[in-house]
């Protein structure tokens, strides 16, 4: 190896005491031909520069090096991860095959040696390292859970190493992604000490000077604390003994990130807080008596030292949304110093350190889509039973925990977890709902796909969109997720609600300019008799052009007549004959209807569109069911009925009175003034022959508008009507309307 030309001399005398001791640590697990093999192959890379210096300076060489001892001392002495760790550069950088691998040191090192380059490819995709579901990629990745401890264990090794590195903003990229990225996964697998030392640097190097204040403040104390640890658990191991309950008592120190953060979360000075250590009491005990002899032990200990009942947290009676259960009691010890004491079962304390893996398998309940949690907690409980055979036990774990679940990211870098199947279309919709409605399209890896893209782990997606884009039905094929799903439909659902009310207002519209009242009971079983399941159905048809308008208002009408017979309502049958023309009468062309009080034979009735009057000119229009509906002739319709059907229009007169009250709106326009209303009221009431039926005022800005609806014999009676309300003081105008 040219150790001249690529290695300082600084760390020449490093690597030489990294090689003795991991060649000592590899004897009982390498050959010696693995050896030889893996010197010569890495003096190869040094000397033809396949391994490369990152831009930051680290020399690869050293910081494998070191993460191989980081194995055998925190996992266990492993040929297949050490051989990996120590050729894993060679193999990225093209130096070395993976065939090459297999053939020289077996199919275990060349899959582990994949998931390393594997996982090392997330990175060029800048995701937010702090994301949960970037941790949970790392983990589909990796494929095997010996690769994720390596990264875990190769970031413990370059911590320790830039402690004095000079690119500040390097160290403090790689402090935040140690802080949110691999202390949670060492946390998870149960790397307790390498998921602290990973928290404490990364303070050290974020918050240098606090980490100074409270390391110095520990090492000043420490022998101090353990001194005092000793004395405060000795009575109390004493007591616990006597009373037979099986248990252990231990005392530690918390490490310095858990301090700051009790700093921080308290608002204390160090000297106030009172879980500088912590005294855990772990009782051995059948579930059914947790609560009994937890108690008792609190008691006991409160028999050697004052509680302070105001520090005392009961979280067994009712334990912690995460599941969390333990009795934290606080007693006076020596010094009158204030020390915590938890007191739970080895069950409690399972479920403490393991979280809710440990509480699911407890309670007998199952965990949601697998649970990486409990799975991980096999993994760790594995580590820590510190087993000869524990490695083999970990190589037979397959990385399968997400095989129904897939992790995309955005062009940003966010990571987002999305079920097996799942397509661009979901994708956009998991966005954001209004991306969705808009999406035609994505960019995959920069290529462009269709919306049913089926998207797998680690791809790069861009969602595309168009304004013009809206919703569709088939759309519910094309997805998977119930967020997708639940949004397409309530998308197309406003869409129809919206343009039913742009139908309904194009009904409307047209049936008042035709001066037709919509009854909104008749209208619905018209629309039933149509054979339309819903109102918005056949709205949404009337704005789509699929309903002939004209044709709609007349079979609306003739549906409205229909009813009004067979509900014999006030418009019933009164008779009419058709008058032959007089032969003197040239000026005869049609038969007449002649309405009149002795004419017997035939129906017809008034139309409710312009309510005609005894007196007013009238005309007949010979309805589909026979009957003759009678139509003043200024009638808005009319004029359409003569256009389309002039052979069933025919000519009318009044013969005579008939005997009845006619009704007629009037429209009055005045001064909003006090008692006018009164007035116009009181004049109705006077004439003998008129009834006042229904009144509806509207007032604005001093202006009153007001409909009434009377009852008449005739039109000489209502004309007459209308001349005495325009003569009342305040009265603008008056006139007749058919509203």
């Known amino acids: 190896m040219n150790q001249a030309r690529y290695f300082q001399p600084n760390e020449r005398d490093t690597l030489l005491k990294l090689v003795l001791k991991l060649w000592h640590n590899m004897r009982q697990t390498t050959t010696v031909n693995d050896v030889r093999l893996l010197h010569s192959i890495i003096a190869s890379g040094v000397d033809s520069g396949a391994y490369k210096r990152d831009k930051y300076g680290i020399n690869p060489v050293i910081r494998t090096m070191h993460t191989a001892l980081l ?10 991860m050490t051989i990996a760790v120590l050729l894993y550069n060679l193999c990225r950088n093209g130096h070395l095959s993976e065939q090459q691998l297999t053939q020289w040191f077996g199919s275990d090192v060349a899959g582990l040696v994949h998931g390393l380059i594997k996982v090392s490819q997330l990175y060029k995709k800048q995701a937010a390292v702090e994301d949960e579901n970037f941790r949970k990629l790392i983990v589909v990745f990796a494929q095997d859970i010996r690769v994720v401890l390596i990264m875990i264990l190769d970031r413990l090794g370059l911590m320790r190493e830039i402690n004095n590195h000079k690119d500040e903003k390097f160290v403090h990229d790689i402090s935040l992604e140690s802080r949110y990225l691999y ?60 009373e037979h309950i099986k248990c252990h008592v231990k005392g530690r120190t918390k490490s310095i990130n858990s301090i700051w953060n009790k700093i921080k ?33 609190y008691s006991l200990v409160g028999d050697i030292y004052q509680a302070n009942p105001t520090r005392l947290r009961d979280w067994i009676t ?23 004491v938890q007191i739970r079962t080895q069950r409690m304390d399972e479920v403490a350190e393991r979280g809710l893996a440990a509480h699911w398998r407890y309670k007998g309940v199952k965990a949601e889509g697998g649970g990486i949690d409990r799975w991980m907690n096999n993994v760790r409980e594995v580590l820590e039973e510190g087993s000869k055979d524990r490695m083999d036990l970990i190589r037979s774990m397959h990385m399968n925990l997400y095989d129904e679940e897939v992790f995309v ?36 890896d920069g290529k462009n796909q269709k919306i049913n893209y089926k998207l797998r782990s680690g791809d790069t997606v861009e969602i595309l969109t168009s304004s013009s884009q809206v919703p569709r039905l088939d759309w519910l094929n094309i997805v998977v997720t119930s967020r997708a799903r639940n949004k397409i439909r309530q998308a197309i659902n406003e869409a129809q609600t919206k343009r039913a009310d742009m139908g ?44 002939e308008m004209t044709d709609l208002v007349e079979e609306y009408l003739d549906f409205l007549a229909k009813q009004q017979d067979t509900g014999k309502q006030h418009e019933t049958a009164q008779n009419f004959v058709l008058q032959h023309k007089n032969e003197a009468d ?111 005022i509207n007032s604005n800005g001093g202006i009153f508008e007001g409909y009434l609806v009377i009852g008449i014999n005739s039109i000489s009676s209502l004309d007459a009507l209308i001349k005495k309300i325009k003569n009342l003081k305040g009265v603008k105008d008056v006139q007749r309307t058919t509203r």
């Open 183 to 242: 202390a949670p996964l060492a946390h998870k697998l149960g790397l307790y000490q390498v998921k602290t030392e990973l928290e404490d640097l990364s303070l050290k190097y974020l918050q240098r000077d606090v980490y100074n204040k409270i390391a110095s403040h520990l090492n000043e104390t420490k022998a101090k604390r353990e001194e005092y640890i000793k004395e405060f658990t000795a009575p109390i191991k004493q007591v616990l003994e006597k």
């Open 586 to 696: 040239d000026s005869a062309t049609d038969d007449i209807l002649v309405i009149g009080n002795n004419v017997k034979g035939i129906n017809y009735r008034l139309s409710r569109c312009c309510n005609p009057i005894y007196g007013d000119a009238i005309v007949g229009f010979i309805s589909s069911d026979g009957a003759i509906k009678v139509h003043r002739r200024d009638c808005g319709n009319l004029k359409h009925l003569q256009e389309k059907y002039p052979y069933r229009i025919i000519r009318s007169q009044w013969s005579g009175k008939i005997g009845k009250q006619f009704a007629a709106t009037l429209k009055v326009v005045g001064n909003d003034d006090i008692g006018i209303v009164s007035n116009i009221t009181s004049l109705i009431n006077k004439e003998g022959d008129i009834m006042l039926r229904n009144v509806s």
């Open 71 to 80: 194995i055998h001392d925190y996992i266990a002495p492993d040929r297949s």
């Open 504 to 547: 309904r207002e194009l009904v409307q519209r047209r049936f008042k300019n035709r001066k037709i009242d919509i009854d909104e009971a008749t209208m619905s079983r018209f629309i039933a008799k149509k054979g339309f399941k819903t109102t918005t159905d056949f709205y949404v048809a009337i704005q789509d052009e699929k309903i």
């Open 265 to 297: 979360t308290k608002h204390v000075d160090m000297n106030d807080i009172y879980d500088l250590f912590a005294i855990r009491i772990i009782i051995e005990t059948p579930l059914q008596h947790e609560k009994r002899d937890c108690w008792y032990a």
């Open 318 to 340: 009712m334990p912690k949304s995460n599941g969390y259960e333990s009795l934290h009691g606080t007693f006076k010890g020596k010094g009158d110093k204030w020390v915590e």
């Open 409 to 444: 990211f955005t062009p940003r870098g966010d990571v987002f977890q999305l079920p097996k199947g799942a397509t661009i279309l979901d994708f956009a919709f998991r966005i954001h709902s209004k991306v969705g409605c808009c999406c035609i399209g994505g960019k995959v």
